[in-house]
Structures are given as structure tokens and as C-alpha cells.
């Protein structure tokens, strides 16, 4: 595989990536780091959430980070918010769990991202196809998600 919804979109951007196939089926995040020789921390999850019937939110968090739910609702205002199911996630992001990043989606979210994420230098994020993913530099991700809110939700 030489191109994904992720990786096209970080070609338009000119954004320098490395895109990594893993050899089987990932069980878990240590796992996945691992294999892509990093730390569970540089493993970065896009989270979606919905904040009304069709308002959504995605927010990029450090590998074993979580998040703090009431600190996310007052950040948003929001009373009560909740996780996407699989099928949300997927008309949303066009991605299915596990392959899910804040690039090549079909319409615009807002996109939070956690100080967690850029404690790393270097991270890792879902490609749009399960079992690869992207691997990238802090910065460069910044600067491919140009404006996007950064905030301190663990």
C-alpha cells in the first residue's frame, strides 16, 4: 500500500511522513508501539465525540492518556457529550476503529489536540486503513492541523 486518505492528504500539505505496515492483527497499543519501535505515548489516538445529534468532535490524545471528561465538558460548555459509536465514527471520519486520524476526512471537525501529544518529538497515528498507520514529527503534525486548539485534558 502506497497511499491512504492520510497519506494523501499530507502529500497535498507537503508534510514529510513515514508510512508503516504492520506484519498482523494489532490487540492493543502496546503492541502497536512496539512494532512501530516507539512508546505507547508517541502512539497518538483520535478520539471522536458527539456533542449533539449531529455535532462532532475529534480530539487527539497521547497513547495510554486519558481524558478528563469533566474538565472536556467545561472546556465545551457542554453539560453532557458522549464517545461516537463504531457506526457514527465511521459516517463522520469515513474510518473504521483503530485506522481513525484528523486527515483525509470528508467534511471538516473541530480537532482538539492534548498537551500529552506534544510532549513526543516524534508520533504515530492512524492511517485511514487499519494495520498501517503514519509516523511524523510533533512539529510537522502541528503544522499539517494548522490552527488547531491545543488544550490539557488528563
Known amino acids: 500500500m502506497t497511499e491512504t486518505p492520510v497519506t494523501h492528504e499530507l502529500d497535498q ?7 508503516f505496515t504492520h506484519t498482523g492483527p494489532i490487540h492493543s497499543l502496546e503492541q502497536a508501539a512496539a512494532e512501530r519501535n516507539q ?5 497518538v489516538r483520535s ?4 456533542l449533539a445529534q449531529d455535532d462532532f468532535l475529534m480530539v487527539l490524545v497521547a497513547g495510554p492518556q486519558q ?4 474538565q472536556l465538558r467545561r472546556l465545551l460548555g457542554q453539560s453532557r457529550l458522549t464517545m461516537a459509536t463504531a457506526e457514527e465514527l465511521h459516517r463522520v471520519t469515513g474510518y473504521e476503529m483503530g485506522a481513525v486520524a484528523p486527515f483525509g476526512l470528508p467534511t471538516p471537525l473541530r480537532i482538539l489536540i492534548d498537551q500529552s501529544v506534544l510532549d513526543q518529538a516524534e508520533v504515530s497515528l492512524g492511517s485511514g486503513v487499519r494495520g498501517t498507520a503514519v509516523i511524523l514529527k ?4 502541528l503544522t499539517a492541523l494548522a490552527g488547531v486548539e491545543v488544550v490539557s485534558l488528563g
Open 13 to 19: 500539505k507537503q508534510i514529510p511522513y513515514t508510512l
Open 138 to 141: 510533533t512539529a510537522d503534525l
Open 67 to 70: 481524558i478528563d471528561w469533566k
Open 39 to 43: 512508546q505507547p505515548e508517541q502512539v
Open 47 to 50: 478520539l471522536l465525540f458527539r
